[in-house]
C-alpha cells in the first residue's frame, strides 16, 4: 500500500472559465476546478501558488480575489507542498483500526497528544504515524484548522504551527481516548474536511458526569470563555452553535452518572463544556470540574486521574469509495474500572 507522492506531476494546467465562473474569486473558481483531481490541492494551497505568482492569465499575473470572466484561461503552474515540521517517532503507542490508501482510523489512548505543539515538539499521534509511514511527511495542510470548524480551530496559528499536522482533518484533547481517522492524500483530506465542517460525520462519545443527569439535548451558542482564553463557554452572547445530545446509561445514587453524548457539531471541549456549565463536569477534569466533595467519589475520580471521556464511535463516508463507514472503540480500562467503583459503591 502506498501514498502517491507527486500532488501534482505536471509542469502546468490549464481551466477555462464559463458563463457559469463569472464574477468568482479566481482562489475559489481554482479550488472548484481542481476538486475532483486525485491529489487535488487545498484552497490554501492555490492561495500560496497565487501569492507566488504561478497563476496567470492573458491579463496577467493573477491575485486571489480577482473575478473570472467568461472565456479566461487560468494557467497554474503548481508548487511542491511544504514539508511537516514533525519529525518521526517510533516510540509513540497507539491502536490502528483500519487503513487503506485514503484513510488510517486509530484509537487513541488517553494522555496521547494528537499533534506537535508548544510543549509538545514530539511524541504525538503525528509522530507516531509517520514512523509508521502511515502519511507522507508532504502531506501538508495549511488550513486544516483554520478553514473549518472541526473538533479544536485555532484561527491565530501561524504556518509552522500547521504544518506540524499533516492528515489531521480533526482531533481529540490529550486526556479524551477514541476513535480518529487521518487522512492519508491531499484528496481524502479535503473530502474529510468537508464532511466535518457539515457537520454530517457521527460521532458518539462515553462520559461520566457528576450528578444526575437524564436526557436531554444542549444547543447553545458557543465560543472562548472571555476570563479564561484556554477554556470554552456556552455561556456567551455571541459564538457558533453547538449541539450535543445526551442520554444516560446508568445513575450511581446522586453521585455520578454515565452517559452517552451525541454530536450535532464538534467544538473544541464542547462536552465537557455543556455537561459543566449545565453543573454537571466530568468525573475528574481538571479544567471545567472541580473535586468532588463526597471522598468516595473523590478517591474514584483521583484514580481516574483524567476526564472520563471516550470516543467510542466515528461515522463517516468514505473519501474514495463513498461508502459509509463506521469504527468503535471499546471502553478504556481505566473508565470501565471508574463505572465498577460506582457500581459497587451505589449497589
Known amino acids: 500500500m502506498t501514498i502517491d507522492r507527486a500532488p501534482l506531476a505536471v509542469d502546468e494546467i490549464s481551466y477555462e472559465a464559463l458563463a457559469a465562473d463569472r464574477g468568482k474569486r479566481a482562489d475559489k473558481f481554482l479550488s472548484d476546478k481542481m476538486a475532483t483531481?486525485?491529489?487535488?490541492?487545498?484552497?490554501?494551497?492555490?492561495?500560496?501558488?497565487?501569492?507566488?505568482?504561478?497563476?496567470?492569465?492573458?491579463?496577467?499575473?493573477?491575485?486571489?480575489?480577482?473575478?473570472?470572466?467568461?472565456?479566461?484561461?487560468?494557467?497554474?503552474?503548481?508548487?511542491?507542498?511544504?514539508?511537516?515540521?514533525?519529525?518521526?517517532?517510533?516510540?509513540?503507542?497507539?491502536?490502528?483500526?483500519?487503513?487503506?490508501d485514503a484513510v488510517v482510523v486509530v484509537d487513541k489512548p488517553a494522555g496521547l497528544v494528537v499533534h506537535p505543539a508548544a510543549g509538545h515538539a514530539t511524541g504525538t499521534l503525528v509522530n507516531g504515524l509517520l514512523a509508521r509511514g502511515l502519511f507522507d511527511r508532504e502531506l501538508t495542510d495549511h488550513a486544516s484548522a483554520a478553514?473549518?470548524?472541526?473538533?479544536?480551530?485555532?484561527?491565530?496559528?501561524?504556518?509552522?504551527?500547521?504544518?506540524?499536522?499533516?492528515?489531521i482533518v480533526h482531533r481529540i484533547d490529550k486526556d479524551t481516548?477514541?476513535?480518529?481517522?487521518?487522512?492519508?492524500?491531499?484528496?481524502?483530506?479535503?473530502?474529510?474536511?468537508?464532511?466535518?465542517?457539515?457537520?454530517?460525520?457521527?460521532?458518539?462519545?462515553?462520559?461520566?458526569?457528576?450528578?444526575?443527569?437524564?436526557?436531554?439535548?444542549?444547543?447553545?451558542?458557543y465560543g472562548r470563555n472571555p476570563k479564561h482564553r484556554m477554556m470554552f463557554s456556552s455561556r456567551v452572547r455571541e459564538g457558533k452553535s453547538a449541539v450535543t445530545h445526551v442520554a444516560p446509561r446508568a445513575v450511581f445514587g446522586r453521585a455520578a452518572t454515565h452517559v452517552e453524548c451525541r454530536l450535532e457539531t464538534g467544538?473544541?471541549?464542547?462536552?465537557?463544556?455543556?455537561l459543566a456549565d449545565a453543573g454537571h463536569?466530568?468525573?475528574?477534569?481538571?479544567?471545567?470540574?472541580?473535586?468532588?466533595?463526597?471522598?468516595?467519589?473523590?478517591?474514584?475520580?483521583?484514580a481516574l486521574g483524567r476526564q472520563a471521556l471516550h470516543a467510542r464511535l466515528l461515522g463517516f463516508v468514505h473519501p474514495t469509495t463513498e461508502r459509509k463507514m463506521v469504527f468503535e472503540s471499546p471502553l478504556p480500562a481505566d473508565m470501565a474500572t471508574a463505572l465498577a467503583s460506582l457500581e459497587a459503591e451505589h449497589a
Open 37 to 100: 483531481h486525485p491529489r487535488a490541492p487545498s484552497r490554501s494551497e492555490i492561495a500560496r501558488w497565487i501569492t507566488n505568482g504561478r497563476v496567470t492569465s492573458a491579463r496577467g499575473v493573477v491575485k486571489a480575489a480577482d473575478k473570472v470572466r467568461p472565456g479566461d484561461v487560468l494557467v497554474v503552474r503548481p508548487e511542491a507542498p511544504e514539508p511537516t515540521t514533525a519529525e518521526p517517532d517510533p516510540s509513540v503507542v497507539f491502536t490502528v483500526l483500519h487503513v487503506d
Open 147 to 167: 478553514d473549518h470548524d472541526a473538533d479544536d480551530p485555532r484561527e491565530d496559528e501561524d504556518a509552522d504551527a500547521v504544518r506540524s499536522r499533516p492528515g
Open 177 to 221: 481516548s477514541g476513535v480518529l481517522v487521518v487522512a492519508r492524500t491531499a484528496h481524502a483530506r479535503e473530502k474529510l474536511k468537508v464532511q466535518f465542517a457539515a457537520h454530517t460525520c457521527e460521532r458518539v462519545y462515553e462520559a461520566i458526569c457528576t450528578g444526575v443527569v437524564g436526557a436531554t439535548t444542549f444547543a447553545t451558542l
Open 267 to 274: 467544538r473544541t471541549h464542547q462536552i465537557r463544556v455543556h
Open 281 to 302: 463536569a466530568l468525573l475528574a477534569d481538571k479544567m471545567y470540574g472541580t473535586t468532588p466533595k463526597d471522598p468516595a467519589l473523590a478517591a474514584i475520580a483521583s
